[in-house]
Each structure stands twice: as C-alpha cells, then as structure tokens.
C-alpha cells in the first residue's frame, strides 16, 4: 500500500469515527412545577436548560405553550415554518402547542447557554416529544 493511499485511509477512519460521536446533550432541571386549578388537566412547569458547547436538540415539539428567556450565551431556535433566529441573553422565544421545533442548538461550539423555559401543559404530559421529519 502506497504511503498517500494509507494516509488518505487514516484520515478517513478519523472522520468517520469523529461523525459516529453525538452532540453533547442538554442538561434540564426541573424548577417549578404546579397544577392550575382555573384550568382543569393542565400544570404550569419552570424548567432551566443548559447546552454546553456544541449542544442541540432533536427535532420535537412540546404540546405546551414554551415561553423562553435566555440567561447566558447565545442559542438558536428554529419553528417549522419560519426563520431560524439567534437569541442572546435577555431575549425571549415562544413555541406554541402544535409547533415543531426543528432546531434548538447552542450558538457556539466554545461556550455555554443556558435559558429557562415555562411550560402550560396537559398535566403529566411529557415536556418533550421527538418527531421524525
């Protein structure tokens, strides 16, 4: 085997095993968590989400209305149907019942973003549900 033809097949094997390692996860803590008695079946949830560097969700919705305010770094949101927008910390994102999160993912591949997110929601209903696109 040529020296350029190994080497080309090193390389190779670096990537691809570089591919085969997901993104680092998210990190959720629950905060808060009520039942609305003026809203039969339905809870109100404070949830604190930390992306580290790199960090991002799969595609999902929420079956809730998602109220978000960032608090540090910078993340990038993206709805179905609309642009994706870039938000940094003190600014607000809102996701509604039937809307498909396509892209939530931390801004930068060196720095932490962290936000928090309040639910109104089915009581006992999962915060987050995958969807294949």
């Known amino acids: 085997m040529k020296k350029p033809d190994l080497y ?3 390389c190779l094997a670096a990537l691809l095993m570089l591919a085969a390692v997901p993104a680092q996860a ?3 803590k629950d905060l808060f968590a009520i039942d609305l008695a003026d809203y039969p079946g339905k809870e109100g949830r404070v949830i604190e989400v930390s992306y580290p560097p790199g960090a991002q969700d799969v ?5 809730a209305h998602a109220f978000v305010y ?12 609309q642009p994706a927008v870039t938000l940094k910390a003190g600014q607000t994102f809102y996701e509604g019942p039937t809307d498909v999160h396509l892209v939530g993912r931390n801004a930068s591949d060196t720095e932490p973003a ?7 929601k089915g009581r006992g209903a999962p915060i987050l549900t995958p969807v294949k696109e």
């Not at 962290?114 to 109104?120: E, G, I, K, N, T």
């Open 26 to 28: 998210a990190d959720v």
């Open 8 to 10: 080309f097949r090193a």
């Open 70 to 81: 960032v608090l540090e770094g910078r993340i990038v949101m993206q709805l179905k149907g």
């Open 59 to 63: 595609i999902h919705r929420h079956d």
């Open 114 to 120: 962290r936000f928090v997110v309040v639910l109104l």
